[in-house]
């Protein structure tokens, strides 16, 4: 239900991965695992990772473009900038505002906004209320990840699941009776243990200590993480459905976060929706954090397995804990 002066939806995407891959195989030869192992447990093949030179604004700047042309627009036309990302180029100045300046979108405010995972959701759930309010018309949302920058090669349980990427999407006004239907965030706080970066901020800032006891790799309790995984990503999707005031069945297209197979597998049987309604990329990529749910809606929108009047959902779930989904009747810019 519209719940704004405008209805508010997404469209143009675009997403960008860089063209180095490791394989498991190439993680064969690095840690004790083998790719059987790796595929078993993950459904992961293989991912991508930025090159030494290349940041997140890098990898949030290409993307952008292509939301941007996808989308039809100028970047002088954009309001708004926001960027879902754990990885930033640095604290400050926030990713947006280099981005900003990268591609020329000299009229846009600009921020960050972290959720882990669930960053772009969080961001993109953010723009829609912006957009339905009246306050703006033009919002770039960006979820980008240089994993590979924060994740301990050394450690097999935590390597082979990470990598880098972008995407990115534009929402603006769309016709009454399409765009976002319901949206939802949620968080748990006393889960923030089980997924996290110890070191780096203010609580354990950077020393020689902190470096030397490896406390600025992501840490995670793999099996408490799952366990919340796969059941909230099954009551965080009904939560949404329910909202949109549609049932399950008329869901078209699901885009998860793609961070195991497994996890896909059990929300999808949760949710009695078929593999075929679910895009899944992982393999190709792994977990990419903020940037997994757009680099593989606009894979998706691009490949044209979703079409205008589709009811999408899209879900994810992260560190924090943090949750959030929504429900879109996809459709075209409004006239």
């Not at 292509?66 to 990885?87: F, K, M, N």
């Not at 769309?174 to 070191?199: C, E, H, I, R, T």
């Not at 894979?299 to 999408?312: F, H, L, N, W």
Request: a neutral charge.
């Amino acid at each position: 239900m519209k719940a704004g002066l405008f209805s508010s939806g997404i469209i143009g995407t675009g997403s960008f991965v860089p063209a180095q891959i490791i394989t498991n195989q190439d993680l064969e030869k690095i840690v004790d695992t083998t790719s059987e192992w790796i595929v078993a447990r993950t459904g992961i093949h293989q991912r991508r990772i930025a090159d030494i030179n290349q940041a997140a604004s890098d990898l949030s700047t290409i993307a952008a473009k292509r939301a941007l042309e996808s989308a039809g627009l100028e970047a002088d036309e954009l309001d708004l900038i926001i960027v879902a990302t754990i990885t930033p180029d640095m604290h400050f100045p926030s990713t947006a505002c280099i981005v900003q300046n990268n591609i020329g979108a000299a009229k846009a405010a600009a921020f960050d906004l972290e959720a882990a995972c669930s960053g772009f959701l969080y961001a993109l759930n953010v723009a829609n209320q912006f957009i339905a309010a009246g306050f703006y018309k033009n919002i770039l949302v960006i979820g980008a990840e240089c994993l590979s920058r924060i994740t301990n090669w050394k450690d097999r349980r935590t390597c082979i699941l990470f990598g880098d990427g972008a995407g990115a999407a534009v929402v603006s006004r769309v016709d009454d009776g399409y765009g976002f239907l319901s949206q939802y965030l949620g968080a748990d706080g006393s889960g923030g243990s089980s997924l996290n970066m110890k070191a780096g901020g203010s609580r354990l800032p950077a020393s020689l200590e902190t470096v030397e006891k490896e406390l600025h790799y992501v840490s995670m309790d793999g099996s408490e993480v799952f366990k919340f995984a796969v059941r909230i990503m099954t009551s965080a999707a009904e939560q949404a459905i329910k909202a949109a005031g549609i049932k399950k069945e008329e869901i078209d297209f699901l885009v998860p976060h793609q961070a195991n197979i497994r996890i896909i597998d059990g929300a999808a049987k949760r949710l009695n929706i078929s593999l075929d309604k679910i895009y899944v990329n992982l393999h190709k990529y792994g977990n990419m954090s903020a940037a997994s749910i757009p680099v593989a809606l606009d894979e998706a929108v691009r490949s044209e397995k979703i079409k205008k009047g589709d009811y999408v959902c899209m879900v994810g779930f992260g560190g924090g804990l943090t949750w959030a989904s929504n429900v879109i009747k996809w459709a075209v810019r409004a006239k």
